[in-house]
């Protein structure tokens, strides 16, 4: 749960800077900071793939997982439900709901949430949570400072779904052993590298469809390892 922990505090330190800061952030040290997020992203892809024994099998997964995210269209249905808590969650104020909710869907409706708490929850380094972090902790200084404190309290929904998601994970590890773990980390890898490119505005990559591949990976390495 650290990497959870660490994420809450950075989006409320983010948050309360933000506050103090008012609007006085020029849009060009968001756009640079981003970019450095995002060559950091890439570099922590490249570090997860060299985990793999056998580069065929995260290659194999990858594929093989995205053909199933895109039959079972999982990104538009993360849209659907960014979309549903935006219609469902009324708040007194209306500044104070759009950032909220703004807000949580940013930290938690996302591939990189789902693979730090994995990550994290399997006993590994949160490194993927810490970077996430920052990025989250910059996003909290822009959000509350454009729409205030609503932003601060998505800390919630956030340790409720990570906090789930890496219990959740702890719990299957020890079904897992460390080489199938492995291969589950250089897949998360290659998705990392589509995360990087989302960041660095190359191109659009569906990462969430990519997201049935943590389930092929275990599987084939089961056989070719």
């Given at each position: 749960m650290t990497g959870t922990i660490v994420n809450m505090a950075?989006?409320?330190?983010?948050?309360?800077?933000?506050?103090?800061?008012?609007?006085?952030?020029?849009?060009?040290?968001?756009?640079?900071?981003?970019?450095?997020?995002?060559?950091?992203?890439?570099?922590?892809?490249?570090?997860?793939?060299?985990?793999?024994?056998?580069?065929?099998?995260?290659?194999?997964?990858?594929?093989?997982?995205?053909?199933?995210?895109?039959?079972l269209n999982i990104e538009r249905g993360l849209d659907r439900l960014a979309g549903r808590l935006r219609s469902v969650m009324r708040f007194r104020s209306e500044r104070f709901n759009e950032g909220f909710v703004t807000a949580t869907i940013l930290y938690c409706v996302g591939s990189m949430a789902?693979?730090?708490?994995?990550?994290?929850?399997?006993?590994?380094?949160?490194?993927?949570?810490?970077?996430?972090?920052?990025?989250?902790?910059?996003?909290?200084?822009?959000?509350?400072?454009?729409?205030?404190?609503?932003?601060?309290?998505?800390?919630?929904?956030?340790?409720?779904?990570?906090?789930?998601?890496?219990?959740?994970?702890?719990?299957?590890?020890?079904?897992?052993?460390?080489?199938l773990m492995n291969e589950m980390t250089a897949v998360g890898g290659l998705m990392m590298l589509g995360i990087g490119v989302n960041l660095l505005q190359l191109r659009k990559v569906s990462v969430a469809n990519m997201l049935p591949a943590l389930l092929f990976a275990p599987a084939i390495a089961y056989f070719f390892l």
């Amino acid at each position: 749960m650290t990497g959870t922990i660490v994420n809450m505090a950075a989006v409320a330190v983010g948050g309360c800077a933000g506050l103090l800061m008012g609007k006085r952030l020029p849009q060009r040290f968001t756009d640079i900071f981003f970019q450095c997020m995002g060559l950091v992203t890439l570099a922590l892809g490249v570090n997860m793939i060299l985990e793999s024994a056998n580069l065929m099998i995260a290659v194999a997964s990858i594929v093989l997982g995205a053909v199933a995210g895109e039959l079972l269209n999982i990104e538009r249905g993360l849209d659907r439900l960014a979309g549903r808590l935006r219609s469902v969650m009324r708040f007194r104020s209306e500044r104070f709901n759009e950032g909220f909710v703004t807000a949580t869907i940013l930290y938690c409706v996302g591939s990189m949430a789902i693979l730090g708490a994995i990550e994290d929850g399997t006993g590994h380094f949160p490194r993927l949570l810490f970077t996430k972090s920052i990025m989250d902790g910059m996003t909290s200084v822009i959000l509350c400072a454009a729409l205030g404190a609503g932003a601060i309290f998505s800390i919630l929904p956030l340790a409720l779904y990570q906090g789930s998601l890496t219990l959740f994970a702890g719990a299957i590890q020890r079904y897992l052993p460390e080489p199938l773990m492995n291969e589950m980390t250089a897949v998360g890898g290659l998705m990392m590298l589509g995360i990087g490119v989302n960041l660095l505005q190359l191109r659009k990559v569906s990462v969430a469809n990519m997201l049935p591949a943590l389930l092929f990976a275990p599987a084939i390495a089961y056989f070719f390892l």
